[in-house]
Protein backbone atom coordinates (compact mmCIF):
# COMPACT_ATOMS: atom_id res chain seq x y z
CA UNK A 1 0.00 0.00 0.00
CA UNK A 2 0.98 3.70 0.00
CA UNK A 3 0.56 5.86 2.89
CA UNK A 4 0.13 9.57 2.37
CA UNK A 5 1.51 11.60 5.34
CA UNK A 6 2.17 15.19 5.97
CA UNK A 7 4.68 17.00 8.47
CA UNK A 8 3.07 18.68 11.36
CA UNK A 9 5.16 21.36 13.03
CA UNK A 10 3.37 21.77 16.57
CA UNK A 11 3.63 18.25 17.20
CA UNK A 12 7.29 17.66 15.17
CA UNK A 13 6.78 14.24 14.02
CA UNK A 14 4.50 13.31 10.67
CA UNK A 15 1.35 12.73 10.84
CA UNK A 16 -1.10 10.09 8.25
CA UNK A 17 -3.67 11.72 6.36
CA UNK A 18 -4.76 8.12 4.01
CA UNK A 19 -3.34 5.47 3.42
CA UNK A 20 -4.38 3.27 0.20
CA UNK A 21 -4.09 -0.68 -0.31
CA UNK A 22 -3.07 -1.51 -3.60
CA UNK A 23 -0.54 -3.81 -5.59
CA UNK A 24 2.45 -2.51 -7.09
CA UNK A 25 6.05 -3.66 -7.72
CA UNK A 26 8.33 -4.83 -5.14
CA UNK A 27 10.99 -2.39 -5.43
CA UNK A 28 8.40 -0.28 -7.47
CA UNK A 29 9.84 0.36 -11.07
CA UNK A 30 9.19 4.09 -10.69
CA UNK A 31 7.50 5.73 -7.77
CA UNK A 32 7.22 10.18 -8.53
CA UNK A 33 4.84 12.22 -7.29
CA UNK A 34 3.35 14.41 -9.98
CA UNK A 35 1.69 17.66 -8.33
CA UNK A 36 -1.44 19.55 -9.85
CA UNK A 37 -3.24 22.72 -8.82
CA UNK A 38 -6.37 21.22 -9.25
CA UNK A 39 -5.98 18.52 -6.96
CA UNK A 40 -5.46 18.43 -3.08
CA UNK A 41 -3.14 15.52 -3.19
CA UNK A 42 -0.46 14.50 -5.22
CA UNK A 43 -1.18 11.38 -8.11
CA UNK A 44 2.12 9.04 -7.78
CA UNK A 45 3.54 7.58 -11.05
CA UNK A 46 4.23 4.00 -9.93
CA UNK A 47 5.27 2.30 -13.69
CA UNK A 48 5.86 3.42 -17.38
CA UNK A 49 4.80 1.52 -20.37
CA UNK A 50 5.45 2.18 -24.29
CA UNK A 51 1.69 2.69 -25.63
CA UNK A 52 0.23 0.87 -28.49
CA UNK A 53 0.93 3.53 -31.01
CA UNK A 54 4.69 2.97 -30.17
CA UNK A 55 4.98 6.79 -30.11
CA UNK A 56 2.94 7.62 -26.85
CA UNK A 57 3.61 5.97 -23.24
CA UNK A 58 1.60 4.82 -20.97
CA UNK A 59 1.79 6.12 -17.17
CA UNK A 60 0.53 4.32 -14.19
CA UNK A 61 -0.33 6.78 -11.44
CA UNK A 62 -2.20 6.06 -8.11
CA UNK A 63 -4.64 8.62 -7.86
CA UNK A 64 -4.17 9.64 -3.96
CA UNK A 65 -7.38 11.86 -4.06
CA UNK A 66 -10.00 9.24 -4.99
CA UNK A 67 -10.89 5.73 -2.71
CA UNK A 68 -12.68 4.34 -5.80
CA UNK A 69 -10.10 4.28 -8.66
CA UNK A 70 -6.53 3.80 -7.34
CA UNK A 71 -5.05 3.67 -11.11
CA UNK A 72 -5.22 6.64 -13.01
CA UNK A 73 -4.94 4.38 -16.60
CA UNK A 74 -6.75 5.12 -19.64
CA UNK A 75 -5.88 1.97 -21.30
CA UNK A 76 -9.09 0.19 -21.35
CA UNK A 77 -11.23 3.70 -23.50
CA UNK A 78 -8.72 2.73 -25.83
CA UNK A 79 -10.55 -0.41 -26.28
CA UNK A 80 -13.61 -0.59 -28.41
CA UNK A 81 -15.21 -3.30 -26.71
CA UNK A 82 -14.97 -5.95 -29.35
CA UNK A 83 -11.23 -7.62 -28.70
CA UNK A 84 -10.51 -11.25 -27.46
CA UNK A 85 -7.32 -10.45 -26.83
CA UNK A 86 -6.04 -7.30 -25.10
CA UNK A 87 -2.58 -6.45 -25.87
CA UNK A 88 -0.27 -5.90 -23.18
CA UNK A 89 1.94 -2.77 -22.68
CA UNK A 90 5.67 -3.34 -23.45
CA UNK A 91 7.74 -2.74 -19.68
CA UNK A 92 10.97 -0.07 -20.13
CA UNK A 93 14.08 0.23 -18.41
CA UNK A 94 13.03 3.72 -16.68
CA UNK A 95 15.80 5.56 -15.64
CA UNK A 96 14.22 8.75 -14.43
CA UNK A 97 10.44 10.39 -14.78
CA UNK A 98 10.43 13.87 -13.35
CA UNK A 99 7.73 16.68 -13.47
CA UNK A 100 8.95 19.60 -15.34
CA UNK A 101 5.76 21.70 -15.24
CA UNK A 102 1.89 21.13 -14.00
CA UNK A 103 1.19 19.28 -16.86
CA UNK A 104 4.59 18.01 -18.53
CA UNK A 105 6.24 15.18 -17.29
CA UNK A 106 10.04 14.05 -19.01
CA UNK A 107 10.78 10.12 -19.13
CA UNK A 108 13.82 8.95 -19.77
CA UNK A 109 14.55 5.46 -20.38
CA UNK A 110 17.08 3.36 -22.52
CA UNK A 111 19.04 6.38 -24.87
CA UNK A 112 15.84 8.10 -25.30
CA UNK A 113 13.96 10.75 -23.29
CA UNK A 114 10.50 11.52 -24.28
CA UNK A 115 8.63 14.95 -22.87
CA UNK A 116 5.01 13.72 -22.56
CA UNK A 117 1.28 15.08 -21.26
CA UNK A 118 -0.32 13.52 -17.64
CA UNK A 119 -1.76 11.36 -20.38
CA UNK A 120 1.56 10.35 -22.17
CA UNK A 121 0.84 11.65 -25.36
CA UNK A 122 4.11 13.30 -26.23
CA UNK A 123 3.97 17.02 -26.10
CA UNK A 124 4.47 19.20 -29.44
CA UNK A 125 7.97 21.66 -29.16
CA UNK A 126 7.18 25.26 -29.19
Not at 2 to 20: S, T
Not at 80 to 97: F, K, S, W
Request: aromatic share 8%; charged share 25%.
Amino acid sequence: GVFLMQWYDPLNKFMLLKHFECSIANPPRVFEMIITPDLEYPIVCVNVRRGYDGRSLKLDMINLNSSSSWFHSDELEEQDGTQTVIPRHELMNIVAVTQLEKDTILVAYDNVVKVVNLQGKLKSSK
